[in-house]
């Protein structure tokens, strides 16, 4: 890469953090109901408003060194996590996809996929909110980008959903309906067959996590595990590398 391009990239990086910044405020907020736009960041512990030395991404939870500057409580590790998980998967999209209509497509899904998998992971739910604005924007962005044709998505969309709604059917109940609708998104933005094929990722790295979980006896066996982070991760993995490791597996055949 020429300087220009390690320049973008560091800019994606640092915009990561920052959209990332903004995630964390979804996470914590969503949930509970509160509204994203209209309220100041504030301590979640003493309800101090923060200053803008203290919404600095990451580098304020370093200089801060985890602790609310006010009343001296821990702040939550998710932040910074957030934050740093964000930079790095807006780099790693643009490595990918360059300066293109493709990169501004995957940057919105791989956000929503991190907001969503964080509010899963602590709520065991998949707020209607995202799913909508996930749908119009794969839509939209469908078309912007033309790189994934109706009829592809269509079936990606239809596949992913219509694989995880028989399971639920069949388990009664052992799938949660978030799951099927975030499917539904995955498979929209991705088409076929990349769309199930992140799903199908999603659900073998889901199942191994699962079984070294039995294994330890960290969680047991009537014990929830979301599903939703595996989907963004299988997900993810298809966006990068669904392509050659499909080829690949035909050629193997």
């Known amino acids: 890469m020429d300087v220009f391009h390690y320049f973008c990239l560091f800019f994606v990086f640092i915009l990561g953090m920052c959209i990332g910044s903004f995630l964390n405020v979804v996470i914590y907020r969503l949930p509970r109901g509160e509204s994203i736009t209209l309220e100041r960041s504030h301590c979640p512990s003493c309800g101090k408003q923060l200053r803008w030395y203290e919404l600095i991404p990451l580098f304020s939870y370093l200089f801060l060194r985890g602790r609310c500057r006010t009343c001296h409580e821990p702040i939550s590790h998710r932040y910074p996590i ?112 990349l769309g199930p094929f992140g799903l199908i990722l999603g659900a073998v790295i889901g199942g191994m996590i699962a079984v070294v979980l039995l294994l330890f006896r960290i969680k047991g066996r009537k014990d929830p595990l979301p599903f939703g982070p595996f989907i963004a991760l299988g997900t993810f993995i298809s966006i990068l590398y669904g392509s050659q490791i499909i080829n690949w597996y035909l050629q193997y055949i």
Do not use: C
């Not at 209509?101 to 709520?123: G, N, P, Q, R, T």
């Not at 119009?136 to 912007?144: F, Q, R, T």
């Not at 990606?156 to 799951?179: E, H, P, R």
């Open 82 to 193: 957030v934050e740093l998980l964000t930079g790095i998967t807006f780099a790693l999209v643009f490595l990918h996809f360059g300066l293109t209509l493709e990169l501004l497509k995957y940057l919105f899904l791989s956000a929503l996929l991190v907001a969503i998998s964080f509010i899963d992971l602590e709520y065991f739910i998949i707020p209607n909110s995202l799913i909508i604005i996930g749908l119009v924007g794969g839509v939209i962005l469908n078309i912007a980008a033309q790189d994934v044709g109706f009829v592809s998505a269509l079936a990606g969309l239809l596949v992913t959903s219509g694989f995880l709604l028989l399971i639920a059917l069949a388990s009664k109940g052992g799938m949660g309906g978030g799951d099927i609708k975030l499917v539904a998104v995955t498979g929209l933005f991705l088409g076929w067959p």
